[in-house]
T-cell receptor, first 112, second 115 residues
Framework: SQQGEEDPQALSIQEGENATMNCSYK?????LQWYRQNSGRGLVHLIL?????REKHSGRLRVTLDTSKKSSSLLITASRAADTASYFC????????????FGTGTRLTIIP | NAGVTQTPKFRVLKTGQSMTLLCAQD?????MYWYRQDPGMGLRLIHY???????AKGEVPDGYNVSRLKKQNFLLGLESAAPSQTSVYFC??????????????FGPGTRLTVT
């Protein structure tokens, strides 16, 4: 079963605007990661946030984590056409950190 | 470095046929994974391996077998293909890092159609 559910399923914004997508999960986690998938390609790791962290930044990316609500958000600022892709959250839980459970993804389209 | 490579890129099978998907990584990673991706479902873990000679079941292992005879290779086999196995298959690898959580590195995918 899917651990994470992304919201919205699809998002279209104008280039230069900010994009926010959310991920909710069901069980306690060790950490949460975000991945990007360009059409027809494999996934690429973007950022990781641990369960004891609340916010993390990497370039134009900002990730927040609220463990009390079992949710995370990914903000992409000043969007570019190259940001058009699907974005997935993935979590690890339990004793091992080797397995990821992926959400269903948000399809982001940046309109030039 | 080529990273993670997958062979073949595309394949069409008839129901009942068998095939093997090959994943290779040149990063000396301990962990390797096979996922399938279906529309609206995200990625689901089929099998994984935490080291040479080891394999373990993931979320959706039925109808698949795997082998990790060499550290750099992870094979996914379909013994008797079914239309429900039509999907895009991704291989991934990650390093062993002790307590640090590793990111996964993905291959480009194999698009499999079973008719």
């Amino acid at each position: 079963s899917q651990q994470g559910e992304e919201d919205p399923q699809a998002l279209s914004i104008q280039e230069g605007e900010n994009a926010t997508m959310n991920c909710s999960y069901k069980t306690s986690i060790n950490n949460l990661q975000w991945y990007r998938q360009n059409s027809g390609r494999g996934l690429v790791h973007l950022i990781l946030i641990r369960s004891n962290e609340r916010e993390k930044h990497s370039g134009r990316l900002r990730v927040t984590l609220d463990t009390s609500k079992k949710s995370s958000s990914l903000l992409i600022t000043a969007s570019r056409a190259a940001d058009t892709a699907s974005y997935f959250c993935a979590t690890t839980a339990g004793f091992g950190n080797e397995k990821l459970t992926f959400g269903t993804g948000t399809r982001l389209t940046i309109i030039p | 470095n080529a990273g993670v490579t997958q062979t073949p890129k595309f394949r069409v099978l008839k129901t009942g046929q068998s095939m093997t998907l090959l994943c290779a990584q040149d990063m000396n990673h301990e962990y390797m994974y096979w996922y399938r991706q279906d529309p609206g479902m995200g990625l689901r873990l089929i099998h994984y391996s935490v080291g040479e000679g080891t394999t373990a079941k993931g979320e959706v292992p039925d109808g698949y077998n795997v082998s990790r005879l060499k550290k750099q290779n992870f094979l996914l086999g379909l013994e008797s293909a079914a239309p429900s196995q039509t999907s895009v298959y991704f291989c991934a690898s990650s390093p062993y890092t002790g307590t640090r959580v590793p990111e996964q590195y993905f291959g480009p995918g194999t698009r499999l159609t079973v008719t």
